[in-house]
């Protein structure tokens, strides 16, 4: 999960594949507890990974956390954000602010699983 004030970006990741995918950006409005708590429900997730970056983001997850009822975890995500908007670049993509989110939540995420290899 990429933490913002405006914008969380998503990305999962299947425990066998060792893989993560971006999944989406959800708007950090009264909705987002329960958004999150149905994709949880749907894609059977055991835990979140959140980018960290400061008190602010450990304020956020221990809300979550509270509410969810599920284990969260932190990932440093320092320059995730530049690396997601030059990844997207390289590939081509349009409107890449609308996908930096959830791109820079995979690259934390695959970040992640790598250190815990």
Request: charged share 35%; proline share 0%; no cysteine.
């Amino acid at each position: 999960m990429d933490f913002g004030q405006s914008k969380i970006g998503l990305a999962v990741a299947d425990s066998e594949t060792r893989i993560a995918f971006s999944f989406g950006t959800l708007k950090n409005d009264k909705k987002l507890v329960d958004s999150l708590k149905n994709i949880i429900e749907k894609k059977r997730i055991e835990r979140i990974i959140v980018g960290y970056a400061g008190e602010e983001t450990r304020t956020f997850a221990a809300m979550l956390e509270n509410k969810l009822n599920i284990t969260i975890e932190f990932q440093n995500e320092l320059f995730s954000t530049r690396e997601a908007e030059r990844n997207l670049i390289e590939k081509g993509a349009k409107k890449i602010k609308r996908f930096d989110d959830q791109e820079a939540a995979r690259i934390i995420l695959q970040s992640w699983l790598d250190k815990k290899e």
